[in-house]
């Protein structure tokens, strides 16, 4: 078998593979990407990207792409109801904080697009920055040794097989995560939930509605755990999900006109004419089944592999929080191997991704836990923290964070004021007559924002062997008192990662920059 190298090989083409295919694209980093099925599902799944998500992809381009292929526009509001049927007379709204998704205290707000379509936006993207992406690919086995990962991968069409050397594996191969269960790793949480079977319908369910608007509807006919999601605004097409007992039945149980009389019970219209569509290319599948689970894996790295998306965090869909923080953990990595690969980090800097982002996945699970026991399981759950606050204010602790305040529960937006591992706020400023975000400031690279005073800081930045970009307020930004909404003086700076996070933070000048700057990147980078 030929032998070919990679920096990185992903496993797993849904949407945290593509986006770490992406992001690492975007930072440099050669990579392969293989998924077993033949092309890209055309199950919608995930509906909406949170601003914080958004912002992951206003930093590589993305986000005109997705605005242009949204099903609604900024007006577009999440409303989840409970009900018997579509048809009942009224309909229950979720006892929950207030679902403010915190698009207020960002540049890019809510991402409405179905998965399905943002993949192909993805992958395009991807491919185009210079990503290898192979479909009907899949990873027969892999090693890995103190130097990278040895892995054997088969054309499913051809059956010819190939070596991937690759410097580090990314594992975004599901629930349940083949790689995952070879490594051993275990996992903390409830476990399943139950196990569904989805399919995409074509149904005239306005008469159910009768004009009232839903995303939405969590159902108990024709048995609990039904759920119809809107899948347009007319009222025409719909996802279609049920729970059903695998130790019983199976998919294969489900034909096409017993879906069929669901989705008629499910919306209490018994004659409405109701069509099934496939949801793989190339293929007649129509009836999907999912596993709905709530766990998360107890370690997020060993060695050389990482796991991300559902191969690290499985919960509910309640909330639409699984999706996005695949594609954040996937943004959270990419900068750090970049780093890594490109000899400016050392491993250390690797080990943060799971310091970070597994308590996100603890976070995420317990959030939608709270929000399926308010809509679908009787109130049994968990307390809802405010939608907000999970979506755009988790915190870091880690050792690539200098300064953390010692509190890690989520913060609401509007509490985000530039502290040590927090999501860096977003501040309109001007530079160069240019109106943007303080957002737009972070990406490729470090930052270092400073106050009007701040010389000494912009002179010790410049003599790093690490590459920063400065920026004084009031200076190269405006206006100056944009500074106090990141908790600085006129002399004081902060040092913001390439994935928008705080590093570290001085409110006020330093008796020595120079040193004070290199011993945090040092620290940060674990040189």
Same mark, same amino acid.
């Not at 009907?136 to 892995?151: I, P, R, Y």
């Not at 965090?313 to 869909?317: D, T």
């Not at 977003?426 to 007559?433: G, K, L, Q």
């Given at each position: 078998?030929?032998?070919?190298?990679?920096p990185?090989?992903?496993?797993?083409? %849904?949407?945290t593979?593509?986006?770490?295919?992406?992001?690492?694209a975007?930072?440099?980093?050669?990579?392969? @990407?293989?998924?077993?099925?033949?092309?890209?599902?055309?199950?919608?799944?995930?509906?909406g990207?949170?601003?914080?998500?958004?912002?992951?992809?206003?930093?590589?381009?993305?986000?005109?792409?997705?605005?242009?292929?949204?099903?609604?526009?900024?007006?577009?509001?999440?409303?989840?109801?409970?009900?018997?049927?579509?048809?009942?007379e009224?309909?229950?709204?979720?006892?929950?904080?207030?679902?403010?998704?915190?698009s207020?205290?960002s540049?890019?707000?809510?991402?409405?697009?179905?998965?399905?379509?943002?993949?192909?936006?993805?992958?395009d993207?991807?491919?185009?920055?210079?990503?290898?992406?192979?479909?009907?690919?899949?990873?027969?086995?892999?090693?890995?040794?103190?130097?990278?990962?040895?892995?054997?991968?088969?054309?499913?069409?051809?059956?010819?097989?190939?070596?991937v050397?690759?410097?580090?594996?990314?594992?975004?191969?599901?629930?349940?995560?083949?790689?995952?269960?070879?490594?051993?790793?275990?996992?903390?949480?409830?476990?399943?939930?139950?196990?569904?079977?989805?399919a995409?319908?074509?149904?005239?369910?306005?008469?159910?509605?009768?004009?009232?608007?839903?995303?939405i509807?969590?159902?108990?006919?024709p048995?609990?755990?039904?759920?119809?999601l809107?899948?347009?605004?007319?009222?025409y097409?719909?996802?279609?999900?049920?729970?059903?007992?695998?130790?019983?039945?199976?998919?294969d149980?489900?034909?096409?006109?017993?879906?069929a009389?669901?989705?008629?019970?499910?919306?209490?219209?018994?004659?409405?004419?109701?069509?099934?569509?496939?949801?793989?290319p190339?293929?007649?599948?129509?009836?999907?089944?999912?596993?709905?689970?709530?766990?998360?894996?107890?370690?997020?790295?060993q060695?050389?592999?990482?796991?991300?998306?559902?191969?690290a965090?499985?919960?509910?869909?309640t909330?639409?929080? %699984?999706?996005?923080?695949?594609?954040?953990?996937?943004?959270?990595?990419?900068?750090?191997?970049?780093?890594?690969?490109?000899?400016?980090?050392?491993?250390?800097? @690797?080990?943060?991704?799971e310091?970070? =982002?597994?308590?996100?996945?603890?976070?995420?699970?317990?959030?939608?836990?709270?929000?399926?026991?308010?809509?679908?399981?009787?109130?049994?759950?968990?307390?809802?923290?405010?939608?907000?606050?999970?979506?755009l204010?988790?915190g870091?602790?880690s050792?690539?964070?200098?300064?953390?305040?010692?509190?890690?529960?989520?913060?609401?937006?509007t509490?985000?004021?530039?502290?040590?591992?927090?999501?860096?706020p977003?501040?309109?400023?001007?530079?160069?007559?240019k109106?943007?975000?303080?957002?737009?400031?972070? %990406? =490729?690279?470090?930052?270092?924002?400073?106050?009007?005073?701040?010389?000494?800081?912009?002179?010790?930045a410049?003599?790093l062997?690490?590459?920063?970009?400065?920026?004084?307020?009031?200076?190269?930004l405006?206006?100056?008192e944009?500074a106090?909404?990141?908790?600085?003086g006129?002399?004081?700076?902060?040092?913001?990662?390439?994935? %928008?996070?705080?590093?570290?933070?001085?409110?006020?000048?330093?008796?020595d920059?120079?040193?004070? @700057?290199?011993?945090?990147?040092?620290?940060?980078?674990?040189?």
């Open positions: 078998m030929a032998e070919i190298h990679t990185v090989l992903v496993v797993g083409g %849904g949407v593979g593509l986006s770490g295919a992406l992001f690492l975007w930072h440099g980093v050669p990579c392969l @990407l293989v998924e077993r099925h033949p092309d890209l599902l055309i199950h919608p799944r995930a509906r990207l949170t601003p914080r998500t958004m912002e992951c992809y206003r930093q590589v381009g993305l986000e005109p792409a997705i605005r242009a292929v949204a099903f609604a526009g900024d007006e577009f509001a999440y409303v989840p109801v409970r009900a018997a049927t579509l048809n009942a009224e309909y229950v709204t979720a006892e929950e904080p207030g679902e403010d998704d915190g207020g205290a540049p890019s707000g809510f991402g409405p697009i179905d998965q399905d379509k943002l993949e192909i936006l993805v992958r993207r991807a491919r185009k920055l210079g990503a290898e992406i192979r479909f009907g690919t899949e990873l027969t086995s892999f090693t890995q040794d103190d130097t990278g990962v040895t892995a054997v991968i088969t054309d499913r069409a051809g059956g010819e097989r190939q070596t050397r690759a410097d580090y594996l990314i594992a975004a191969d599901g629930v349940g995560s083949p790689i995952r269960e070879q490594l051993g790793i275990g996992v903390d949480g409830p476990g399943p939930l139950y196990e569904t079977i989805t995409i319908v074509e149904a005239d369910l306005r008469p159910a509605l009768r004009g009232r608007r839903l995303s509807a969590y159902l108990q006919q048995r609990p755990f039904t759920i119809l809107a899948h347009d605004d007319a009222g097409r719909w996802v279609f999900g049920t729970g059903y007992d695998p130790e019983h039945e199976s998919p149980d489900y034909t096409e006109a017993r879906v009389e669901m989705v008629r019970a499910a919306a209490g219209l018994p004659a409405v004419d109701v069509t099934l569509h496939p949801q793989i190339g293929t007649d599948a129509k009836v999907l089944a999912f596993p709905i689970a709530a766990r998360v894996a107890r370690r997020y790295r060695g050389r592999v990482f796991l991300a998306g559902d191969a965090h499985a919960v509910p869909p909330g639409g929080l %699984g999706a996005n923080t695949g594609i954040q953990d996937a943004h959270n990595l990419a900068w750090k191997l970049a780093a890594a690969t490109g000899g400016r980090a050392g491993a250390g800097l @690797l080990d943060t991704y310091q970070e =982002r597994r308590p996100v996945g603890l976070l995420t699970m317990e959030q939608a836990l709270a929000r399926f026991g308010s809509r679908m399981a009787g109130g049994d759950g968990p307390e809802p923290v405010e939608y907000a606050a999970v979506a204010g988790y870091y602790r050792s690539a964070v200098l300064g953390a305040d010692g509190d890690a529960r989520p913060l609401p937006p509490e985000l004021t530039g502290g040590p591992g927090t999501r860096a977003h501040v309109p400023i001007s530079r160069d007559d109106e943007l975000s303080t957002l737009d400031l972070y %990406g =490729r690279g470090f930052v270092l924002l400073a106050g009007p005073e701040g010389d000494a800081w912009a002179s010790a410049a003599g062997d690490v590459p920063v970009t400065t920026y004084r307020f009031g200076v190269e405006a206006p100056a944009a106090a909404a990141y908790g600085i006129a002399g004081g700076a902060l040092l913001v990662r390439p994935d %928008g996070f705080v590093a570290w933070r001085s409110p006020q000048a330093s008796a920059p120079a040193a004070q @700057l290199d011993h945090v990147l040092r620290t940060v980078l674990a040189r």
